[in-house]
């Protein structure tokens, strides 16, 4: 399967933006191991850059501005998949519940 996992964060969301660019790194060797026969497309989305951003997202930065849903937020095909959390195993998790 195809799957395209995008991480949201912002730079006043209390996440250094160093640590989501390892938990997209450590999240990408973790399912690239776990799901060896599946694609996975990452993408790094700084909610404070609104270029380039679909409806969905724009959608999502707005539940996060308004605190409906939390930094970090991680997506796969436009899934919620975890919201607030650095731990790549929910993302696991979620995944293997769906597969």
Request: hydrophobic share 35%.
């Amino acid at each position: 399967m195809k799957f395209v996992i995008n991480v949201y964060d912002h730079d006043t969301s209390g996440v250094d933006p160093t640590d989501a660019g390892d938990m997209c790194r450590r999240l990408q060797k973790s399912l690239n191991s776990r799901f060896p026969n599946d694609a996975f497309h990452f993408n790094h989305i700084d909610a404070a850059c609104s270029e380039n951003l679909t409806d969905h997202d724009d959608n999502l930065i707005e539940q996060l501005d308004q605190g409906d849903l939390h930094f970090p937020l991680i997506t796969v095909n436009d899934e919620i998949a975890a919201d607030g959390t650095l731990d790549p195993e929910r993302v696991v998790i979620w995944l293997e519940q769906r597969m």
